[in-house]
């Protein structure tokens, strides 16, 4: 298994997990960005946001109402940003679809 988020929904890789289910886990980052950094990620292998069609519409509804939740669960509900990139040329280092939940301090853009 090479890719990093799949060894982690399988529990062959360290990571601070904050929630999980049978079909999402959530981790602090491990190079965090703000004081509150999360990434909600499904567990199944799915490479981008452009890989996701109809038939997982609902897995991608339930990926933010999870970012939603883990806002008010980490103190951020009034202020956060929920953020996914998609290629490389957009920042995506990791090619397993994840949002990005960050906040604690105001951002700029």
Same mark, same amino acid.
């Given at each position: 298994m090479s890719c990093v988020?799949? /060894?982690i &929904? &399988? !529990?062959?890789? =360290? &990571?601070?997990i904050i929630?999980?289910?049978?079909e999402i886990i959530a981790f602090r980052d491990a190079y965090p960005e703000a =004081? %509150? !950094? %999360?990434?909600i990620v499904p567990k199944e292998h799915i490479?981008?946001?452009?890989? $996701? #069609?109809?038939? /997982?519409?609902?897995?991608? #509804?339930?990926l933010v109402l999870t970012a939603r939740r883990l806002a008010e669960q980490e103190g951020i509900a009034s202020a956060y940003r929920v953020q996914t990139n998609v290629g490389r040329s957009a920042g995506q280092t990791? $090619? !397993?679809f994840h949002i990005h939940l960050t906040g604690g301090r105001r951002t700029t853009i």
């Open positions: 988020f799949c /060894r &929904a &399988a !529990h062959a890789e =360290p &990571a601070k929630y999980e289910d049978d =004081p %509150v !950094h %999360v990434l490479p981008t946001l452009n890989d $996701f #069609g109809e038939e /997982r519409a609902l897995l991608l #509804g339930k990791i $090619f !397993h």
